[in-house]
């Protein structure tokens, strides 16, 4: 669940807007070269670089996003989520880190998708 195709909504020096042509999701690349409003991008997102955030003190950065987790499965000592976030993602964590910080089932959470996280290539103009 973790491809979405998107078209570019911005080109700007450090990065661009992408926004999902399936729904209303938007994200955030970093910029590349020949950037044109339009392209159409193909759009990776790596569910171990994904992270859980707490609502308070976390700072307004790119690619925050409110998501329902919607299953919980542990798996070759990884947990692995889906999350709602206007489009169904997977996020995984490390048995320790669902330990040390549950996520439960059926919550929305806070979501940050570094530009690490992210992996695009150019489908068409």
């Known amino acids: 669940p973790n491809t979405f195709i998107c078209r570019v909504l911005s080109c700007k020096t450090q990065e661009v807007v992408c926004g999902v042509t399936t ?4 994200f955030t690349l970093p910029a590349y070269n020949g950037c044109a409003v339009g392209d159409v991008l193909e759009v990776k997102l790596d569910p171990n670089k994904i992270r ?13 996003f409110h998501g329902e987790v919607l299953s919980i499965a542990r798996q ?32 929305t959470r806070l979501i940050h998708l570094p530009f690490e996280a992210i992996s695009f290539t150019k489908i068409s103009e």
């Not at 889906?82 to 919550?107: C, N, R, W």
């Open 52 to 64: 859980f955030l707490p609502e308070s003190g976390t700072k307004p950065v790119a690619n925050l």
């Open 23 to 26: 729904n209303d999701v938007k």
């Open 76 to 107: 070759n000592g990884k947990v692995r989520y889906l999350v709602d976030m206007g489009g169904k993602i997977s996020v995984t964590s490390s048995y320790g880190e669902y330990q040390d910080a549950p996520v439960p089932l059926g919550q």
